[in-house]
């Protein structure tokens, strides 16, 4: 028995064990698509992460949580039972602490041998740093990443934890299990994939690493075309304090540009020469100053010019070009990134609100092919908790 959504991932039955970071923003891809995804989350909140309503912690959305006491033994076999029913479990734990639990891969694949068993770590399952601690920001430090993110002369620049977190860790695990999951229905048997959010950030930096190599992309942070060294690759503050970003990296979409905004392509400094870029800045600079960001908007928004303004999340969902394509979604009445990418035969299926924990307990536990009357002994027991509705809209949650 399936929850019945569509998307192209609609059959497909995921364990998830409830975790801070990347994990979350995983489970919420899987589940985006139209996987069932059960959350499996303590009895009491772990106090990890930054504490949010229940509502507003998105990337819990689309899936069903079931509070379950693993300390028991009521409660590890209930567990057992369900991953012996799945098509993959994915965790974000550091190192060992699955195998502590009873959970460990040679655990699960005993009892199903077609598992794939995802694991998202900051530094990954080894090496010398495996058993540390650490987020995002350490983990795109090592990789390379922060290094060479922020403008010339000043720190490195944190960019949000999207990089490392959603980027090398979240979509790297999707990916991975999705890729694994091809490969057990021909081999009929699971694997461990090792997600790492170190190495997803490596893996993401592989086009500068080439450029670097090539000699492209070699002078200092914020001196190179790609980290706002390039004036033609940049944001400038218009005449009412608003932003716009240009990136006329091509000299046809550059010289469109300059026609537009009323400067000459054939006596604009060369920015093919980098030692022509500041006067080129500061020419850009001055015309962008003359108007407001709406009259550039009016201007240059749908040409080649490569232009788009620099919006607030709040303007971004009103953006038109966004509500044309639906890129924001409500949510159980709160607008909120839509699932991507788009599917033209199986589309996603509107996510459903996040849970606290507990909130489908019973539901999901039938869903799943678990006996009403072992429910009703693990709930009287307090081995498997339910959320009442106060709760479920208002229980802190963790960091996603």
């Known amino acids: ?68 006491d693993l300390k028991s033994r009521a409660g590890m076999a209930c567990v057992l039972d369900l991953i012996a029913g799945a098509d993959a479990l994915i965790e974000g734990f550091r190192p060992g602490t699955m195998e502590r639990l009873g959970l460990g891969p040679e655990t699960c694949f005993a009892g199903n041998p077609r598992l794939v068993y995802g694991r998202l770590s900051g530094w990954g399952q080894s090496g010398p740093l495996a058993a540390a601690a650490g987020h995002d920001l350490n983990y795109i430090a090592i990789a390379g990443v922060l290094g060479a993110v922020g403008r010339a002369g000043a720190p490195p620049t944190p960019p949000l934890n999207l990089v490392g977190d959603f980027g090398g860790g979240a979509m790297m695990l999707a990916f991975g299990v999705v890729a694994a999951l091809l490969e057990a229905r021909r081999s009929g048997r699971g694997q461990v994939v090792d997600a790492a959010v170190s190495d997803g950030a490596a893996t993401l930096m592989t086009s500068l690493y080439g450029l670097a190599a090539a000699g492209l992309h070699g002078a200092p942070r ?117 699932p991507a990418p788009r599917f033209a035969r199986t589309p996603a299926p ?51």
């Open 222 to 338: 914020g001196g190179n075309l790609l980290d706002s060294g390039a004036p033609h690759y940049d944001v400038y503050q218009c005449a009412d304090g608003g932003w716009i970003s240009i990136a006329p990296i091509e000299p046809k979409f550059r010289a469109e540009l300059l026609r537009r905004i009323g400067l000459d392509p054939a006596t604009f400094p060369d920015v093919t020469d980098p030692g022509h870029w500041p006067a080129a800045r500061q020419r850009l600079a001055e015309t962008f100053k003359t108007r407001s960001r709406d009259a550039w908007c009016a201007l240059l928004e749908g040409t080649d010019a490569c232009f788009a303004p620099v919006l607030s999340m709040a303007e971004a969902e009103a953006h038109p070009h966004n509500r044309a394509r639906d890129t924001f979604v409500s949510v159980g009445g709160i607008g909120q990134p839509a």
């Open 350 to 400: 509107l996510p459903t609100p996040p849970e606290a924990p507990g909130q489908s307990s019973r539901a999901a536990l039938t869903r799943w092919g678990i006996a009403p009357d072992r429910i009703d002994s693990l709930v009287g027991s307090g081995v498997v908790r339910e959320a009442t509705p106060t709760t479920a809209d208002t229980a802190p949650q963790r960091e996603t």
């Open 1 to 68: 028995m399936t929850d019945g959504r569509g998307g192209p991932l609609a059959g497909l039955k995921i364990v998830e064990f409830a975790g801070i970071g990347p994990l979350p923003m995983c489970a919420m891809m899987l589940a985006d698509h139209g996987a069932d995804v059960i959350r499996i989350d303590r009895p009491e909140p772990s106090g990890l992460g930054i504490a949010r309503p229940t509502r507003y912690d998105f990337t819990n959305r689309g899936r069903s949580s079931v509070a379950i």
